[in-house]
């Protein structure tokens, strides 16, 4: 079974720009979270979908937004870059059942940095 | 206050010896469950181990094994004969059944393996 799959690895954007990072889950699984990971604030949660829709979200601005198509696969958007994004973002997939269950299988990350 | 504390954070060990890192961990909640990951350089999070609150026995996956003292709300990693490629970056994180379900990381522990 393939793993959980992000595109792109990398991504040097501008200041300013948006981007939007594409996250492929697991066959079957139907949760994709994300988490943001940086040296001084270590791995953030951002937001999860199921099943198309928004379930839970963290603390960040609403610069930060995502979504989920019928397929699962889900994707990431920041508008309005700045320097403090620069980060690995990480998306994770689950079967979705609530609860503490083990499965949480996270992808390769991409890597944003924000110039 | 943190929800998930890891003391250590850096740890050099000598080839072929155990290796224990370390985490505690604060809920209100009965009903949660533990993990932990390894990062190394590349930057993928890959799932070693689970614990849910009521299992009631240890958690084990071939060399790692998970020290649970719920009294204690501790839930340390052990790895048995360290390997070279057991070098990187451990997280222990804890899931909330009644907290949002999302996944709560430590900030932690970069493990060194030594020849």
């Known amino acids: 079974k393939a793993g959980v799959t992000q595109t792109p690895r990398y991504l040097i954007k501008t200041r300013g720009q948006q981007v939007t990072l594409s996250c492929s889950p697991i066959?079957?699984?139907?949760?994709v979270s994300w988490y943001q990971q940086t040296p001084g604030q270590g791995l953030q949660f951002l937001f999860e979908y199921f099943s198309e829709t928004q379930r839970n979200k963290g603390n960040f601005p609403g610069r930060f937004s995502g979504r989920q198509f019928s397929n699962s696969r889900s994707e990431m958007n920041v508008s309005t870059l700045e320097l403090g994004d620069s980060a690995l973002y990480l998306c994770a997939s689950s079967l979705g059942r609530q609860g503490p269950t083990r499965e949480q299988y996270f992808g390769p990350g991409t890597r944003l940095t924000v110039t | 206050a943190q929800k998930i504390t890891q003391t250590q954070p850096g740890m050099f060990v000598q080839e072929k010896e155990a290796v224990t890192l370390d985490c505690t961990y604060d809920t209100s909640d009965q009903s949660y469950g533990l993990f932990w990951y390894k990062q190394p350089s590349s930057g993928e999070m890959i799932f070693l181990i689970y614990q849910g609150s009521y299992d009631e026995q240890n958690a084990t996956e071939g060399r790692y094994s998970l020290n649970f003292q719920k009294a204690r709300k501790s839930a340390n990693l052990v790895i048995s004969a360290s390997q070279l490629g057991d070098s990187a970056m451990y997280f222990c994180a804890m899931r909330e059944v009644n907290r949002d379900d999302k996944i709560i990381f430590g900030k932690g522990t970069r493990l060194h393996i030594l020849p």
């Open positions: 066959s079957g699984h139907r949760s």
